[in-house]
């Protein structure tokens, strides 16, 4: 089976060395090759602000801890995405205020955003669901007229673009993750991208349970409880030598993608996803809509390529219930979407029969 997604790691002849001499030198815990590491992020992501954290999840956390949210706050997201990012906002204490999606594209709409901001809304979650980016042009002007802030999820977007630029700078968070199956790995870990300067040493001190490292222990003050969330020198070394390939890793999604985009328009029964102005997707999973979709998966399958709507929304969750209401552009939407593989692992003749076979019908 051709699967949706799978870990690309780099040669053992590269890694396996220096996992052996991080290991053995001594020094494990938080040093020279995490901040190495962190070092890479910033200039791929081309920011200078760029915290490395132990997943997703915690920089989505410590995101909103920055923002000072939790009991009796309003936090904006949307159902179509992976449990962390509403896991985390729950953790908060806040309330989670679903937004409805662009039947079009599975992404927030900003108009229903907009319908669903009170005073008590502290951030409005963005997420570049499957590596498709939101549509930032709209969601900039609505945080700028609202002072609302925006933190985009961008764990499915690695290497995604907004007006040309790799996204990671544009709202005051943006957070990745390199858990096993996004586009790049360090077995786990994430990091959160940060817009202005005057955040990084408050969430640099909460990712180390509040104490500064810049001061000797014996002189700290913890003045805001902190959390566990920085990384080791392993998970450093492997980001470091994943960094080395990421570019060309990310590009072969890319390639893919667009690939299906022109190969698949005007196939019967396959609505294509348009995407936003001045927005360039990563294409983490390739995104799209069928008519008969119970049918076009079997086909697939038959033909040993997975196709599935792999996530499952999150406001149908029990601890989400409070949240409940009608998003009838969801309905629509998570009834059609289906992923079909686009990742490293799909090389040109895959690819080409992964077309021929969806062109055959279902
Ligand atoms: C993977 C993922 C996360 C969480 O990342 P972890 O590194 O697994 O904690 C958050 N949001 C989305 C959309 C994800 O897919």
Known sequence: MIPLVKPYIAPASELMPEIERVLYSGYIAEGEAAWEFEDGLKQFLDNENVLAVQSGTAALHLALLQLGIGFGDEVISTPMTSEPTNTTIAITGAKIIWADVD????????NSVRDKITERTKAIMLVHYAGMVCNMDAFNKLSEET???????AAHALGAKYKNKVIGSNSRFTCFSFQAIKHMTTVDGGAIAIRDEEDVAPIRKLRWFGLDKKVSRLENDITRAGYKYGINNLTGIIGSIQLKH?????????????????TLLNVPGITLVPYYKNTEPSYWL???????RNDFCRLMEENGITASPLHHRSDTHSVFSESKCELPNMESWYNSFVHIPCGWWVDDETREKIVETIKKGW
Do not use: F, Q, S
């Not at 002072?147 to 999820?153: A, L, R, S």
């Open 246 to 262: 990421v570019r060309e890793v990310v590009d072969k999604y890319i390639a893919n993608g667009k690939y299906y985009d022109k």
């Open 147 to 153: 002072g609302v802030p925006i933190i985009e999820d």
């Open 286 to 292: 390739y995104t799209m809509k069928v008519d008969g």
């Open 103 to 110: 039947p079009n594209t599975g992404l927030l709409d900003p």
